[in-house]
């Protein structure tokens, strides 16, 4: 069954750096990863066509506007003024995540890479409907930094949301990030306790992300698993910055 259907948020954009002259292989790219339930953004420019040719200034803010980056590395590419501007560019912001794929290698054995930053881009959030504020401002910073979310009040009106839910939730499990928003309200939750254990079932990238204050021995014995990983407290400072600081650090956590 075709995953996306149950995943409501629409994918990350994913910028894709390449030389004109790469176009069809580069397509290729772009249609897996729109396989994928994301949104690359491939541009063709006329006036880039020569080698020699120079990064317009509206492409260097586009760039600095997005956070996910496939860099088409090619003999093409390394010849063209453009695309080096641009790769120097990426690599020199800060926050920019990417990968490299090499186009003189069959897609297939680039493939994880492709993979890999999909991953990344992903996210499911695991809250207690109690929370929905702190979950819905959680989302928004998601979505501002191009995070495909998956948000359960998303869900089309005579949705099977058991079904949905746990489907996206199997499917962030193992292509992405499951946050758990740790509070008293979702610890005292038995559906959320299932939620939280059927996630620890899949063995991905969990991440507790605790909302309130609380003591780990507080968590019911299933969840105990929780407190042997990496949590990261939003109750240390002011809400929107450690979220910030969130983000940053979930582009840096090596994924399974």
């Not at 009040?153 to 099977?160: E, H, M, R, T, Y």
């Not at 507790?208 to 003591?215: C, K, M, S």
């Not at 021995?217 to 002011?238: A, I, K, M, R």
């Amino acid at each position: 069954m075709n995953s996306d259907k149950h995943m409501p948020a629409t994918g990350a954009w994913i910028f894709l750096s390449h030389s004109n002259k790469d176009f069809e292989k580069v397509r290729e790219i772009r249609n897996e990863l729109e396989k994928r339930g994301h949104k690359p953004i491939m541009f063709y420019l006329k006036c880039l066509e020569n080698d020699d040719a120079m990064l317009p200034d509206l492409l260097r803010r586009e760039i600095a506007a997005r956070e996910w980056f496939i860099l088409c590395d090619s003999p093409n590419a390394q010849a063209s003024q453009y695309v080096r501007d641009e790769v120097e560019l990426i690599k020199s912001m800060e926050g920019k995540a990417f990968e490299v794929v090499d186009l003189s290698k069959e897609l297939q054995t680039e493939l994880h890479k492709l993979i890999r930053i999909t991953k990344r881009a992903t996210v499911f959030l695991s809250y207690s409907h109690a929370d929905i504020s702190a979950a819905t401002r959680i989302q928004q910073a998601l979505i501002k930094h191009d995070y495909r979310v998956w948000f359960d009040v998303d869900l089309l009106p005579g949705s099977d949301w058991a079904s949905e839910t746990r489907t996206a939730l199997d499917e962030a499990a193992k292509h992405g990030f499951v946050l758990l928003l740790l509070s008293h309200s979702l610890l005292n939750s038995a559906h959320c306790q299932r939620e939280i254990e059927h996630a620890l079932s899949m063995m991905g990238n969990i991440v507790p992300i605790a909302i309130e204050r609380f003591e780990w021995s507080e968590l019911p014995p299933p969840l105990q698993y929780v407190s042997y990983l990496t949590c990261f407290d939003l109750t240390n400072g002011p809400f929107e910055e450690r979220v910030e600081e969130l983000i940053r650090n979930l582009k840096s956590r090596e994924m399974e």
